[in-house]
């Protein structure tokens, strides 16, 4: 067991407070969130409980040294930090990093914790410090409130949080609970176009088809027997381009597939579905698998589904998304935002499922 540090954590939501405080448990923790309803009640409980779906672990109770927001952190909540993790979406990483620029230096150690794309790169261009280390990682782990209002979580059980380790090189940080993994870029991918483009193959057939409840879209039939078409397809292409070993790549799409569909995992479609715009961009989950599938011969009708299925995403809370198609257009949003070439097949196909709504 390593000694106890002192870890900061900016983002207090689901993962922040649920899945990466729960890894780093028994270290002094220092949450920071811009939501300050969220902080007060964090700073009555001092802790968290966390119970795990299905009762596959006993439930924990989480030890936290402090919250705060932006109006109320210091430099002291940053001294002497072993590690600062940064668990917030895509769109709040440059509000994120302007705020840490203020509190950290080049010897600071961060890890981004993310499933966008290029997070680091963004946080490090909004912290704007030459030769700052920021590593990236992947959540595998799933987590939910367990009541609305309510810092308690409900989680999967995943036991550690990987991240890319050459970006600290030899100066890594070793806690229990994070794990240093190299040759990231490959894993990132290899990740991104397994479990993130599953998981988007289960969200937008499964809000085409009318489910809420994800783990009730994944065990569907019909988007059962695609993502094991797309799966199958996959596989072959990640070991054909980064050189992984064909049963290896296997065992790794199945645990994602074990995942999803395992009906003790309470999540909902809105959840894995919002904020389509930031997922069928072209280094994203949707179009960059499917363009590899193209790249070696294979059938890429699953994503193509998929992508059609995501134009027509609407509902009601996601704002900017409907702003963007009702400017856009399918055309422009194919062409302009997931970077599609208006005369490929691809392209065709995906529009006529899109305009027509025939996708399954």
Known sequence: ???????????????????LARLLNGNEIVLIDKNAALVDALNQTKTVDVDFFGGKKPSMQIALSKACTWETVTAADF????????????????????????????????????????????????IGIDGIRIAESTVFCTTIEREKGSVAINS???????????AFGADAPVLDGIKAVANFGGFLDRKLFTYNSASC????????????????????????????????????CICREYG?????????????????????????????????????????????PMLLEEKYGKDSSVLEKTLAAALLYTPNEETEWNA?????GYEGILSELAGLDPNSAIFARVLEMAKTKSIL
């Not at 067991?1 to 899945?19: D, P």
């Not at 002497?80 to 917030?88: P, Q, T």
């Not at 999967?156 to 050459?166: A, I, K, N, T």
């Not at 937008?204 to 879209?217: P, W």
Request: glycine share 8%; hydrophobic share 40%.
């Open 79 to 126: 001294a002497g930090a072993e590690v600062i993790l940064v668990s917030v979406g895509g769109t709040n990483l440059a509000d994120v990093g302007a705020e840490l620029k203020k509190y950290v230096t080049r010897d600071s150690k961060i890890i981004v914790c993310e499933n966008a794309s290029s997070p680091a790169k963004k946080l490090g261009a909004a």
């Open 324 to 328: 963007m198609l009702a400017d856009k």
């Open 156 to 166: 999967e059980w995943y036991p550690y949080l990987q991240f890319d380790g050459d």
């Open 1 to 19: 067991m390593a000694e106890m540090s002192k870890v900061v954590i900016v983002g207090a939501g689901k993962t922040g407070r649920g899945f």
């Open 201 to 236: 193959v289960i969200a937008y057939l499964g809000a085409f088809k009318g489910y809420t409840v994800y783990s009730d879209a994944a065990n569907d039939p019909e988007i059962l027997a695609l993502l094991d078409k797309n799966y199958e397809i996959i596989n072959e």
């Open 244 to 288: 992984y070993e064909e049963q290896d790549q296997k065992e790794f799409a199945l645990l994602s597939r074990d995942k999803f569909t395992d009906k003790t995992l309470v999540d909902t479609v809105a959840r894995n579905a919002r904020e389509p715009q930031r997922k069928i961009t072209p280094a994203e989950r949707i179009v960059a």
